[in-house]
């Protein structure tokens, strides 16, 4: 068993920032791709920033200069720091990551539940 647990929405002013994080725990043999989507209400999900086990990062150009996704593979854990927050950046955002559970398993993909942001004065 698997889980994805996120920390770190909340509400903020434009201008703002908050630090996202999501750790993975349970039956952990590796984690390959890990990463973060969005969801506005009444809007379609959207790739916010993913990050690879070796570290290479891409960024949907709506956030790149502002956002910046991290992990520590130690923790089994993505981080996403946003600042120079926008009332656009508002959405629930989600962690992922492929993960396999043990030697000559696939690697499946896994989701966290889900953390709220809202950008707003």
């Known amino acids: 068993q698997v889980q994805l647990v996120e920390y770190g929405g909340g509400l903020v002013q434009p201008g703002g920032s908050l630090r996202l994080s999501c750790a993975a725990s349970?039956?952990?043999?590796?984690?390959?791709?890990m990463g973060w989507y969005r969801q506005a209400p009444g809007k379609q999900r959207e790739l916010v920033a993913t990050?690879?086990?070796?570290?290479?990062?891409n960024y949907a150009d709506s956030v790149k200069g502002r956002f910046t996704i991290s992990r520590d593979n130690a923790k089994n854990t993505v981080y996403l720091q946003m600042n120079s927050l926008k009332p656009e950046d508002t959405a629930d955002y989600y962690c992922?990551?492929?993960?396999?559970?043990?030697?000559?398993?696939?690697?499946?993909?896994?989701w966290g539940q889900g953390t709220q942001v809202t950008v707003s004065s």
């Open positions: 349970g039956s952990i043999f590796s984690i390959d791709t």
């Open positions: 990050i690879s086990s070796g570290g290479y990062t």
């Open positions: 992922y990551a492929h993960i396999s559970t043990g030697v000559m398993r696939p690697r499946n993909e896994y």
